[in-house]
């Protein structure tokens, strides 16, 4: 009777080395694979201003605002590897919100950004694509390439259709404010 105890023992000792023993194997058959380039490893801390205690990640290459509207501050960092990220500013109220979309040049054509109308910001050429209306409701964007990164800056400006939010107060000219600060760094 005794043996019973002895035998459930050995054979969850077993299946805990091979399962430990399984684990290491894959780890080091993919660790290289899994590694992504240097660049992509640096983060750095970007404050939230509604929040003394949750920091944003942020890659340490790309370049923040320094420009933003008042009252406006980053909220949300959305990034994964080898796709778009996003960067969420907006107000306490909701009434000012836009989005910096961001990617490797290197992982897209260049081409994406070179639809639009044509604007600089300072020694950066760069694209406004505005699809507002008279009612100043729409989409604007500012598209550039600073530092092997692929920027857009942009908001729904006005109301959404089917929103039930506040009206989106954001600007074309503080739109363009926050591109300009990015490409001026």
């Given at each position: 009777m005794?043996r019973?105890?002895q035998l459930?023992?050995?054979g969850?000792a ?7 023993a399984?684990y290491?194997?894959v ?12 660049a992509e490893?640096?983060w750095?801390s ?7 205690t949750?920091?944003?990640?942020v890659l340490?290459s ?5 420009q ?5 501050c980053?909220s949300?960092?959305y990034y994964s ?6 960067l969420w500013y907006?107000n306490e109220?909701?009434?000012k ?5 961001f990617?490797e040049?290197?992982a897209?054509?260049s081409?994406a ?17 505005d699809?507002t209306?008279?009612?100043a409701t729409?989409a604007?964007t500012i598209?550039f390439?600073?530092?092997?990164w692929?920027?857009?800056v942009?908001?729904?400006l006005?109301?959404s259709?089917?929103?039930?939010g506040?009206e989106?107060?954001v600007?074309?000219?503080e ?6 600060s990015?490409?001026?760094?």
């Open positions: 005794a019973a105890p459930v023992a050995v969850l077993l299946v805990l080395v091979l399962g430990a399984g290491g194997i780890r080091g058959v993919t660790a290289d694979s899994e590694a992504p380039p240097a490893m640096r750095r970007a404050p939230p201003c509604r929040s003394q949750a920091r944003l990640p340490d790309l370049t923040l605002p320094t933003l509207p008042e009252g406006v980053l949300t960092a590897e080898g796709a778009p990220g996003t907006d109220q909701g009434d919100v836009f989005l910096i979309t990617f040049t290197a897209y054509p081409s950004t070179s639809s639009g109308t044509p604007i600089q910001l300072g020694n950066v050429s760069g694209y406004v694509t699809e209306n008279q009612g729409g604007y598209s390439e600073r530092n092997g692929t920027y857009y942009g908001a729904r006005g109301e259709a089917g929103s039930s506040p989106n107060m600007t074309p000219d739109l363009k404010a926050a591109a300009l990015i490409a001026q760094q």
